[in-house]
């Protein structure tokens, strides 16, 4: 079945994807939004590996895993992690001293798949 193209330029089918008209700058938030939302990234961790949604911290899926933490916002260092590969984006800035190829998985979120080093018991 063929879209229907709506006034902003956006295509319906069977109503259930029209898109109200919206100024740019909201809709442009929206699929920012969306798109947050939507990307996992894969996390390898010795043995381990995970998908990990942009956006979340990454603590949040080390966790369960068994990794270490005290403050969780970037303060202490505790969650202290080696990154072997990939790359992140820190949510809040870090205020605990981190070397070269360190990051604070507490405060940061995967923007491509990571490895990190792996722990003590890997
Ligand atoms: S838990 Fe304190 S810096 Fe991450």
């Known amino acids: 079945m ?5 006034s902003t330029g956006g295509t319906a089918r069977g109503g259930s994807q029209f898109l109200p008209h ?14 947050f939302q939507t990307l996992k990234h894969r996390v390898t961790q010795g043995h381990d590996h995970f998908d990990h949604q ?10 369960p895993l068994g990794h270490y933490s005290e403050c969780r916002s970037g303060y202490c260092g505790a969650c202290k992690t080696k990154l072997i590969s990939g790359e992140v984006r820190y949510l809040t800035p870090p205020m605990a ?4 190829g360190e990051i604070l998985p507490c405060c940061c979120t995967p923007i491509s798949d990571l490895e990190l080093a792996p722990t003590a018991q890997d």
């Open 2 to 6: 063929a879209g229907v193209r709506c």
């Open 22 to 35: 919206q100024p740019d700058r909201q809709r442009d938030q929206q699929r920012r939004s969306d798109r």
């Open 54 to 63: 942009e956006g979340e911290p990454l603590l949040a899926s080390l966790t």
């Open 97 to 100: 001293y981190t070397r070269s």
